[in-house]
Nanobody
Framework: QLQFVESGGGLVQSGGSLRLSCAWS????????IGWFRQAPGKEREGVSC????????NYADSVKGRFTISRDNAKNTVYLQMNSLKPEDTAVYYC?????????????????WGQGTQVTVSS
């Protein structure tokens, strides 16, 4: 039962930028922290960033700090991930999900209602 739809992925050169969007259709999701995760081929899914329900608090993985920015617009039912200074190691499928307990965690096990993901490919 999908609740999120990710978009905005694509092919970009190293050093380039992309903005991912995570949209949802159920109003009650406005009350949840939302996280972005990624999974590269042959690797486990890892947390990238998350944002509190009101957008006032955020958390980032060390690998993306200073390069990625998470934000949300509850009026548009959308969470964004602005990705700058992209590197080939950022190549992965990016997913969003909600935290049922409202934790600003980067652990996939703390999240549910995963979308189908959007592919990001960074060429060197």
């Amino acid at each position: 039962q999908l609740q999120f739809v990710e978009s905005g992925g694509g092919l970009v050169q190293s050093g380039g930028s992309l903005r991912l969007s995570c949209a949802w259709s159920r109003f009650y999701l406005d009350y949840y922290a939302i996280g972005w995760f990624r999974q590269a081929p042959g690797k486990e899914r890892e947390g990238v960033s998350c944002i509190s329900s009101d957008g006032g608090s955020t958390n980032y993985a060390d690998s993306v700090k200073g390069r990625f920015t998470i934000s949300r617009d509850n009026a548009k039912n959308t969470v964004y991930l602005q990705m700058n200074s992209l590197k080939p190691e950022d190549t992965a499928v990016y997913y969003c999900a909600k935290s049922p307990l409202g934790r600003l965690s980067l652990e996939p096990a703390d999240f549910d209602s995963w979308g189908q993901g959007t592919q990001v490919t960074v060429s060197s």
